[in-house]
């Protein structure tokens, strides 16, 4: 039974995602503690009797809308009470729709805001508690569309791009102070998300195989990496592309 006096959370920035949810589970199954967040009761309520049934030794549920920026570092020390935070990881996010955001600047500012601002304030947090607790690791989930800039997704992935500089700065800041970081850039995952596109084919992951990356990844690395591996190379492809034949494409 793990000892509560010392034993630390996991916290999951949108634990109802599909990704967040099996990892989870990979945290139940070493008897951790659970600090759960994001914006729908009852899918945290499921997932809390999961995960107290896979083997947590807690689970806590705060209901919150993350994608509101006031006050984050206050509510993330309410929420630890006191305890120290040993994972936090950063799910939530939206795909959007890049042809609307570029009608609509209001949804445009609205998509910036829920896939760079306050998941990147949240890092920020978390960063500062981990300082100074000199122990302890943020993952955020980036994506390889911030590698470079395609019409079909321009806006979501500029926040991406944004992010992982960011938690990359994080981790070099974090490296001094015994904490660490990582972003993972993931390709194509089969979740709710993704839902309507054709997703066969190698290059998709299944969101169960993404959430244990993501432990991995807060286990072992750190910085910034893909998941999985082989997206480096394909990204690094990508951007090799020169313009003039980049831009001839319809990606």
Not at 126 to 133: I, P, R
Request: aromatic residues 8%; contains cysteine; charged residues 20%.
């Amino acid at each position: 039974m793990t000892d509560h006096g010392t034993k630390g959370w996991a916290l999951i920035l949108g634990a109802a995602s599909a990704m967040a949810e099996h990892a989870g589970r990979v945290h139940a199954a070493r008897g951790d503690r659970l600090l759960l967040a994001g914006r729908s009761p009852e899918k945290l309520k499921a997932i809390e009797a999961d995960l107290l049934a896979r083997g947590a030794s807690e689970v806590k549920t705060v209901i919150a809308d993350l994608s509101e920026t006031s006050d984050i570092a206050g509510r993330l020390l309410d929420w630890l009470d006191g305890a120290s935070l040993e994972r936090c990881y950063i799910f939530f996010g939206v795909l959007g729709d890049q042809s609307q955001a570029e009608a609509d600047l209001a949804a445009a500012h609205d998509l910036m805001n829920v896939n760079y601002t306050a998941p990147s304030l949240w890092s920020l947090a978390a960063a500062n508690v981990l300082e100074k607790q000199r122990a302890g690791a943020l993952v955020a989930i980036t994506s390889v569309a911030g590698d470079r800039g395609r019409m079909s997704n321009a806006i979501y992935g500029s926040a991406k791009a944004g992010l992982s500089t960011l938690v990359q700065g994080i981790d070099h800041r974090l490296a001094k102070h015994g904490a660490k970081a990582v972003g993972i850039k993931f390709g194509f995952v089969i979740s709710p998300m993704t839902e309507g596109m054709n997703r066969s084919g190698f290059l998709w992951t299944p969101a169960e195989k993404a959430g244990q990356l993501c432990v991995a990844a807060g286990d072992k690395a750190r910085g910034l990496i893909y998941a999985p591996f082989f997206w480096r190379f394909i990204m690094l492809i990508i951007r090799l592309v020169p313009t003039f034949v980049f831009n001839k494409t319809k990606l």
